[in-house]
């Protein structure tokens, strides 16, 4: 699996937009990007995916640059309960394959 | 829908003994379950990858006799910790995989807080 760079943490006001980006350089070309995050003592939560075009959902939305060495997670609205550490995985599609975390973004979303 | 659950949520238990944990997808069939550890301040570290009806492969390092994997059925995979101890204690979280279109999105329990005195 490719491997992703992410800031170690980022700080966000409530009501503004997070962008949260990751770098993977090196990703193939059935590879997805996938984005987690996880609160603090829960399990990790699914955010969204996407290959190589846009995608939005009632989460967030995930923009990948063209050449797909880089990508952005845009949570619209932040507020104080998106503070969480966020992880950007890619891997290739399908049930079977492993999900490697790396560190994440650790983001405080501030009143 | 793609809900996994875990039990117990924590458990204590005394060096030396065994504990299991459970993890079942709730509203889905899971062909595939992934077995993770935690430790405070630290990523998740993949354990092991469990199959329906064959054997886990563990990642290198993971004891396989130590974290004993079972995957009976297609929503219940079972993890249990042999001989725990102090070392031991870490959060444990299970995944399952969703989706039949090219690429399935895996979904986490709640995780299992093992504490070993």
């Known amino acids: 699996d490719a491997k992703t760079t992410q800031p170690t943490s980022m700080d966000c006001a409530e009501g503004r937009a997070a962008n949260l980006p990751c770098n993977h350089s090196?990703?193939?070309?059935?590879?997805?990007v996938y984005w987690y995050r996880q609160i603090h003592s829960q399990g990790p939560q699914y955010i969204i995916h996407g290959l190589k075009n846009n995608e939005t959902n009632e989460m967030a939305s995930l923009i990948i640059t063209e050449d797909r060495k880089s990508s952005t997670l845009i949570l619209p609205h932040a507020t104080l309960r998106d503070t969480a550490v966020y992880y950007c995985i890619v891997r290739v599609g399908g049930g079977g394959f492993k999900t490697i975390f790396g560190a994440g973004t650790r983001l405080f979303v501030k009143a | 829908g793609a809900v996994v659950s875990q039990h117990p949520s924590r458990v204590i238990c005394k060096s030396g003994t065994s504990v299991k944990i459970e993890c079942r997808s709730l509203d889905f069939q899971a062909t595939t379950m992934f077995w993770y550890r935690q430790f405070p301040k630290q990523s998740l570290m993949l354990m092991a990858t469990s199959n329906e009806g064959s054997k886990a492969t563990y990642e290198q390092g993971v004891e396989k006799d130590k974290f004993l994997i079972n995957h009976a059925s297609l929503t219940l995979s079972t993890l249990t910790v042999t001989s725990a101890h102090p070392e031991d204690s870490s959060f444990y979280i299970c995944?399952?995989?969703?989706?039949?279109?090219?690429?399935?999105?895996?979904?986490f329990g709640p995780g299992t807080r093992l504490l070993v005195l």
């Open positions: 090196t990703i193939s070309g059935n590879e997805y």
């Open positions: 995944s399952a995989s969703y989706g039949g279109g090219t690429a399935e999105t895996q979904y």
